[in-house]
């Protein structure tokens, strides 16, 4: 009889479940890019100067559209859903699912910290950690009021950019300044620019411990500044409402959710994120701190985007071939945090100046090809641990940690 304490065998997975993590994966850093690379913070005349800014600009406008956000609302959605395994699990077995949650979240706050502080300031972890920690307050809501809830949240950025508006106020201002200041003590220029900084010839460890002591509170000053808590929080419910529902386990009885979605998704989705993508990059008058306009096309557009991709992948896999096609997926979301770090890792050593340097050097044409290869390999890689490892090693730190267990780490 298996021990209620211990967690989940590797045989109880959803391979659905993994192949959509490792499928988030890749948009994550296809996303993530755009900073490592220091393109997102290059000046305009700068990249044009690059001799592939014609396709760079292209690609940049396709990653706007049909990537930036919705994967990281899609990983979102999977942690609410995960949230709903472990309620049901914990409670079918008699055990407190509420102490195994709230364990495995303190593991991710420390390891996100960890991440945020010493690696890279565009962490998501440490937010996915303290948000989850008041997720448990919405477990008893019905699910109409879920869907309610989720839908005010994710439209909630709306009346904050109102108040910033009115009252000439910026919710990240507070750590913006004390970044400023740190920056100061540093020696760093308040108009030196973050691209040239750590990717300028001669920029080494100096610097990125420099950039690292001030980073996250320029980080966190944007997430407060983009609304984004509650943007996560309301995926977050809808992840909940799809786990409890157990849609990811009944597709044949969803076929037709999956489809409206799908249509519903594209059509409002596509749409809305072309003009959010304009709204941001040519109309910069519109109101601070991002603009009221570009945060509703930004609501309209993330959301119904990121359904229309799992509905998308859902239909497929409710195929037979569909399901053999995105199979191969999964072993890259079954250690989705070990290579969620590996990216990191990775993209510091090719584009910061204390790696090869490439950053700010090259355009999407280059980096986007670069991040597709580390990709396959990490793919790759994934499939040839699982035949030999029953978890991605992080993966089995994290789950030893929780529960108090010894776990083996090798396949007889």
């Not at 540093?186 to 411990?209: C, Q, S, V």
């Not at 509650?230 to 009944?250: D, E, N, T």
């Not at 990059?281 to 601070?288: N, T, V």
């Not at 701190?289 to 945060?295: A, E, F, K, N, R």
Request: charged share 15%; glycine share 10%.
């Amino acid at each position: 009889m298996q021990n209620p304490s211990l967690p989940v065998g590797t045989g109880e997975r959803s391979n659905l479940l993994d192949a959509l993590r490792g499928f988030a994966l890749l948009g994550v850093m296809m996303d993530n890019l755009f900073g490592f690379s220091g393109w997102a913070f290059l000046p305009q005349p700068a990249k044009e100067s690059l001799s592939t800014w014609t396709s760079d600009g292209i690609i940049g406008m396709l990653e706007q559209v049909f990537i930036n956000g919705k994967f990281y609302s899609l990983f979102s959605l999977l942690f609410g859903i995960g949230f709903s395994i472990i309620l049901v699990r914990n409670e079918q077995k008699g055990t407190n699912p509420l102490k195994i949650f709230y364990r495995r979240l303190l593991i991710l706050l420390l390891l996100g910290a960890g991440h945020l502080l010493l690696l890279w300031e565009g962490d998501i972890l440490l937010l996915y950690a303290l948000i989850g920690f008041i997720l448990p307050l919405f477990r008893k809501l019905s699910n109409r009021h879920l869907l309610i809830l989720a839908a005010v949240l994710i439209f909630s950025p709306l009346l904050f950019d109102l108040f910033s508006v009115l009252f000439q106020y910026k919710n990240g201002s507070i750590l913006e300044k004390l970044a400023i200041s740190i920056d100061q003590k540093n020696g760093i220029p308040a108009d030196e620019n973050f691209a040239y900084y750590l990717y300028k010839d001669g920029a080494g460890w100096n610097e990125w411990r420099n950039w690292q002591e001030s980073g996250y509170l320029y980080r966190y000053a944007y997430i407060l500044d983009s609304n984004r808590i509650p943007k996560v929080l309301g995926m977050f419910l809808i992840g909940l409402y799809a786990g409890r529902k157990m849609i990811y386990a009944h597709l044949a009885d969803n076929i037709s959710l999956f489809k409206r979605l799908r249509k519903w998704g594209l059509l409002i989705g596509i749409p809305s994120a072309i003009a959010c993508f304009y709204f941001e990059f040519f109309q910069k008058h519109i109101p601070s701190p991002i603009g009221m306009v570009h945060t509703l096309f930004y609501a309209t557009s993330v959301v119904p985007l990121c359904l229309a991709y799992v509905s998308m992948i859902c239909l497929r896999w409710e195929r037979k071939k569909g399901m053999t096609r995105f199979r191969f997926l999964a072993p890259m979301g079954r250690m989705a945090l070990t290579n969620y770090l590996m990216q990191t890792i990775i993209g510091i050593c090719i584009y910061y100046g204390v790696g090869l340097g490439f950053g700010s050097r090259v355009g999407p044409s280059v980096f986007v090809p670069i991040g597709i290869a580390v990709y396959l390999l990490q793919v790759a890689y994934s499939h040839c641990w699982f035949r030999y490892f029953n978890f991605g090693p992080m993966e089995w730190i994290w789950r030893q940690l929780t529960y108090g267990k010894r776990l083996p780490l090798l396949k007889k």
